[in-house]
């Protein structure tokens, strides 16, 4: 089955720095790539997602870098802020079968200092 | 708006006891999933379900039951409490696969 591997596990940058979260995942068929940002007390919340036809993904802030070929993508926060500072997970599915459920990595915490 | 509802937020129980945490979803998603997180492993998927009358297992399905009588609810049953349950419990509905999974606010259990 699809395996999810996240880093860094923590994170910590400056108000301002960008900040850079990486994913690899191992099941070639995986064609969808959300990211979730959890507050503290909250559930995840999507914040952003690609598909395995676009390489990349603007949103104002985040951008999303797909790299099929390698099998890794990455979430890039720019200018961070402090309510920026949250958990991230990196997550990965297919359409077929029950690979179609959402494998997620470990997390990244962020934490964004003033 | 649609919403995604987690009962208790918070409890405490003891082991061997029989505990279900309820989720209810106003979004008419057939998909329901829930989740278990904890440190160092993210989250992990308990059961879910693609429809009412269907159930499956999860990564972390031992110990843990589920029903699905209707399209709103999936309550999760820990048939005999064990400390190694405690944790945070999600639920999360999707519309269909591959596309965005709403989660609930969580429920924190405590088994002592």
């Known amino acids: 089955g699809e395996n999810v591997e996240q880093h860094p596990s923590t994170l910590s940058v400056q108000e301002g720095d960008s900040a850079v979260i990486k994913c690899t995942y191992s099941?070639?068929?995986?064609?969808?790539f959300p990211w979730y940002k959890q507050e503290l007390g909250k559930g995840p919340q999507l914040i952003i997602d690609?598909?395995?036809?676009?390489g990349e993904k603007k949103d104002q802030r985040i951008a999303v870098t797909l790299n099929k070929t390698a099998k890794h993508f990455s979430l890039h926060i720019t200018e961070t802020q402090p309510e920026d500072s949250a958990v991230y997970f990196c997550?990965?599915?297919?359409?077929?079968?029950?690979?179609?459920?959402?494998?997620f990595g470990k997390g990244t915490k962020l934490s964004v200092k003033p | 708006d649609a919403e995604i509802t987690q009962s208790p937020r918070h409890k405490i129980t003891e082991t061997g006891r029989q505990v279900t945490l309820a989720c209810h979803q106003t979004?008419?998603?057939?998909?329901m999933f829930w989740y278990r997180q904890d440190l160092g492993h993210g989250l992990r998927l308990i059961h879910y379900?693609?429809?009412?009358?269907?159930?499956n297992k999860g990564e972390v399905s031992d110990g843990y039951s589920v029903s699905r009588s209707n399209t709103e609810d999936l309550p999760l049953t820990l048939e005999s409490a064990a400390s190694s349950q405690t944790s945070v419990y999600f639920c999360?509905?999707?519309?269909?696969?591959?596309?965005?999974?709403?989660f609930g606010q969580g429920t924190r259990l405590t088994v002592v």
């Open positions: 997550a990965a599915s297919s359409i077929e079968g029950s690979q179609g459920n959402l494998i």
């Open positions: 099941d070639s068929a995986s064609n969808y």
């Open positions: 690609i598909r395995s036809n676009v």
């Open positions: 979004w008419n998603h057939n998909n």
């Open positions: 379900s693609y429809g009412v009358q269907d159930t």
């Open positions: 999360a509905t999707q519309r269909t696969l591959n596309t965005e999974a709403f």
